[in-house]
């Protein structure tokens, strides 16, 4: 069955060639098993203990723990982004 | 009229002979297959990124999700927190090699080195099978609010929000979808964001008095900012965990933007300028929401006869801005909330046209030699039929969370989409059949758990218990996606499996 015409725009493949072969950065995966880990634990300490993450954070306006790590995953995550797209190759992958 | 719908009114035409202008230019610029499906690969990084952006915050996020803060607090953030993972995982792991590809559509990506015919009838499916109950909830948004706002009936908002969109698309194809959504995204966040600051300044800008007025009168008391209110149980919030981290990354109507920028720096720059927006529009929602708790149990025209919500809780977000901002603000929003529903199910119908027309049509039927001309018209028919199948949706699923429609989709998005296209991009071993009866299980599995959980089997069809005991499926449907696709690869006895086994195994 023919394959769809390679737009103008693409970059050329070769036909035996596909995304594996272009090599994702260690750090992407360190960085994706850390945000994983990282949000999956969180959901697990509110289910488990959620009176724990529903005290309040007295200097944190006086928000819940649980709201304190949700903001702090927002913000680690957002930095880690722009980090990895600073340090990134200049090539195209 | 009152004051607050004139002005509504005038904000949303205004917007909408903008964007209808800019339809009519792009449709001139679509002539081309490459420029209707992907913009001529011409987007900058940063039109990207808002518009994907504005493709994600839709009305689920700012309405549904501000509701959910409203009526159950801290869990809200699980969604929020998850999004922004899932977009993460996005730029880590998604966005490069999809670009690299240079393909148009999610079959394409996924049969990059498969057998393309089979892998095109399952994936024109599978996104037709995410899309629609992406496309209900924002169908559904837009009927209650136009029925909030204007007092037009729900199923006439629903046809006006229906046919505007088929216009878009049919039109004007991916650069009008694109200048639409990179205007709404300006306007969401840049509405949301005086919102957000109204709601501090309402409280001194001091958060702990928001904090405490909600605990004083929510019904949760000093528990509302607490996990546990909305998930009950652990099972529940780590399926909705699943469907946030890697169900973005199944939405074919966000995957294809990937192929609107001219290269892989472009992709990175799209992405990481949407998870910016997305983690700081997900804060802001939830300090919206938490505000209103107090801000809305005050009389006011907010407040029907029954003490409830006008428009339900889905309009949580939009009665705060007339309270903030007064009737200018309350129409501004409400034109903007529209108009954010409109944007992305254009942007929705778009994948689902471009699937049937080039997937199907083109690809399948026609063996990859359809007149482009033909292509093309072929997708604006599909348009024109998803955008009647939508209509006749947003009726049945009148009254719906738009929020909780919305994760249903991205839950199915997770367990049908994902797991193919993730193997595709980095498992050699990956056979056609095997990508098959991956999707095709997670497709099942979800669907099914869906009609046996609680929102169709109990609330819909009225039975006692749900078979299926969460809302969300992802984590049955996930998993067996994964081990089916794995298995079958590994095991597949056709010639066709041990070719592709033996090719990948040569590398």
């Known amino acids: ?93 | 009229m009152a004051p607050e719908r004139l002005i509504a009114g005038g904000v949303f035409f205004a917007f909408t002979l903008v964007t209808l202008a800019i339809t009519l230019v792009a449709a001139r610029q679509a002539k081309s297959v490459g420029a209707f499906y992907a913009a001529g690969g011409k987007v900058s990084g940063l039109g990207n990124g808002l518009a994907i952006a504005g493709d994600f915050i839709s009305a689920a996020t700012f309405l549904g999700l501000s509701g959910l803060t409203f009526a159950f607090g801290g869990d809200m953030l699980y969604f929020g927190v998850g999004a922004t993972v899932g977009w993460a995982i996005v730029l880590f792991l998604v966005a490069e090699p999809l670009r690299a590809m240079g393909r148009y559509t999610f079959a394409e990506a996924v049969s990059y080195r498969l057998s393309k015919g089979p892998i095109r009838v399952f994936s024109a499916i599978s996104v037709l099978v995410v899309s629609l109950p992406y496309l209900i909830a924002q169908i559904v948004g837009s009927g209650a609010l136009v029925e909030s706002l204007f007092g037009i009936d729900y199923r006439w908002a629903v046809v006006g929000a229906g046919v505007l969109m088929t216009i878009y698309v049919a039109a004007g194809g991916m650069i009008a979808a694109t200048w639409i959504q990179i205007i709404k995204a300006c306007l969401l966040v840049g509405g949301g964001t005086v919102l957000f600051i109204l709601a501090l300044k309402a409280f001194d800008f001091n958060p702990a008095g928001i904090i405490a007025s909600a605990e004083a009168v929510h019904r949760l008391g000093t528990n509302v900012d607490a996990p546990g209110n909305y998930f009950t149980a652990p099972g529940a919030a780590f399926s909705l965990g699943l469907a946030m981290a890697f169900g973005i990354a199944g939405f074919p109507h966000l995957m294809m933007r990937f192929f609107t920028v001219p290269d892989v720096r472009a992709a990175r720059a799209s992405t990481v300028i949407a998870i910016t927006i997305n983690a700081v529009f997900m804060a802001m929602v939830f300090v919206i929401g938490m505000a209103a708790i107090s801000l809305l149990t005050v009389d006011g025209p907010h407040l029907g006869a029954d003490g409830r919500l006008v428009g339900g809780g889905n309009m949580v977000a939009v009665h705060l801005s007339r309270i903030l901002g007064g009737p200018a603000f309350f129409g501004f929003i409400s034109a903007v909330a529209f108009a954010t529903i409109l944007a992305v199910v254009a942007g929705l119908t778009l994948a689902v046209a471009s699937a049937v027309s080039r997937d199907l049509y083109n690809q399948t039927l026609k063996n990859g030699t359809a007149d482009p001309g033909r292509e093309i018209w072929v997708s604006r028919v599909a348009v024109v039929g998803v955008g009647l199948v939508t209509i006749g949706l947003g009726f049945a699923f009148e009254g719906q969370n738009v929020a909780v429609l919305a994760a249903i989709a991205t839950s199915i998005a997770a367990s049908v989409n994902f797991p193919v296209l993730i193997l595709a991009i980095y498992w050699r071993g990956l056979t056609t059949w095997g990508a098959i009866a991956g999707g095709v299980t997670g497709m099942l599995v979800a669907v099914g758990a869906i009609i046996l959980g609680p929102d169709v089997w109990v609330k819909v069809l009225g039975h006692a218990a749900p078979i299926f005991p969460y809302t969300y499926p992802t984590l049955a449907a996930m998993p067996a996606a994964f081990i089916v696709a794995l298995s079958v690869s590994t095991l597949d006895p056709t010639p066709r499996g041990r070719s592709e086994r033996a090719s990948a195994a040569t590398g």
């Open chain 1, 1 to 93: 069955m023919a394959d769809a015409p390679t737009p103008s725009h693409a970059p050329s493949a070769s036909p035996n060639t596909r995304p594996a072969d272009t090599p994702t950065r260690p750090v992407a995966l360190v960085l994706s098993a850390a945000m994983i880990v990282a949000f999956f634990a969180h959901i697990a300490a509110g289910m488990a203990a959620p009176g724990l993450m529903g005290a309040p954070v007295s200097w944190f306006f006086g928000a819940s723990v649980h709201v304190l790590i949700s903001l702090v995953l927002l913000t680690a995550i957002t930095i880690a982004s722009w980090i990895y797209v600073f340090t990134a190759p200049g090539e195209d992958a």
